[in-house]
């Protein structure tokens, strides 16, 4: 298997619908299980969204923050047949099972990180399936997007056919951001509050449910009125790699920090968590006031700074 980098693609008008159909092999993911009796409930106590209603075959995002409310993890959590899978960052996943299982304290749940699951991507595929004689489990994510999940004696059987490309993983990268969907990573964990990335803006947080750590934080934030940050996607014209986790500046102020990040040709495409008064116009510039600047992209949703 030699996935394909990202193809060649028009940077001012990009969007997720405009992206080539295509599958992506999700090396830069790991994926913790988490089983038993009260896995459910165990999960429902620790993450911030309704999981005792999530169905069989679904898929939810979902923050797992330390107690100041500051998002420790972004995952997908899924639910299959005997267990729930959380896919999340190689870098974050053996400290986040290594947290969760602290935490288990005498609840009937086994956590392990699995390394024997294939974790493949379908972005703009029309009829998600066609994969169901893979021997893979789907799980569609929104309109362009679905998880696929299975053994990885079965990966071969499902991209030999050639049909739809195979890309590597910063073609999944950069749908995550097309989709204004935030992520977290080592550098960036325990530094942002869920609502500053808009996680409860893509259905990852439920503020009807009981406690979890950081609820308290999270839940009083909806409450105080508008939000002071939020975070818009676009691009720099900067070919020089960048990390999540560095700064951007409005003039001589540091205004806040990249979210994610993906190479495509010459630019680099962003998420960035920026101060309220800039998510529609002022100026941005990456790592100092004289840096790249920022040229926003058309969020896939409103963002606004009122409770949702």
Known sequence: MNPAPLPELAIEKLSISALPPGLALLSGFSCIEVSGDEAAGFLHGQLTNEIQTLDLASAQLNAYCNPKGRAIAIVWLLKDHTAFQLLLPNDLAPSIAKRLSLYKMRAKVNITVTETRSLIGAVNCDDPARFENSGFDIYALDAHRSLLVGPDSNTRKLI?????????????????????????????????????????????????????????????????????????????????????????????????????????????????????????????????????????????????????
Request: glycine fraction near 12%.
């Open 160 to 308: 030999d056919g050639g049909a739809i490309p195979l890309f590597n993983h910063d073609y999944w990268k950069l749908t995550q951001i097309l989709s204004g969907e935030p992520q977290v990573y080592q550098s960036t964990s325990e530094s942002l509050i869920p609502q500053h990335i808009n996680l409860d803006l893509v259905n990852g947080v439920s503020f009807s449910k009981g406690c979890y750590p950081g609820q308290e934080i999270v839940a009083r934030l909806r409450y105080l009125g508008k939000l002071k940050q939020r975070m818009i996607i676009g691009y720099f014209n900067a070919d020089t790699p960048l990390a999540p986790g560095t700064t951007v500046y409005s003039g001589e102020k540091k205004s806040g920090s990249v979210v994610d990040l993906v190479g495509v040709g010459g630019t680099q495409v962003a998420s960035v968590n920026i101060s309220a008064g800039l998510i529609e116009q002022g100026e941005i510039r990456l790592e100092n006031p004289d840096g790249p600047l920022f040229y926003r992209l058309t969020m896939p949703y409103q963002v606004t700074t009122e409770k949702v």
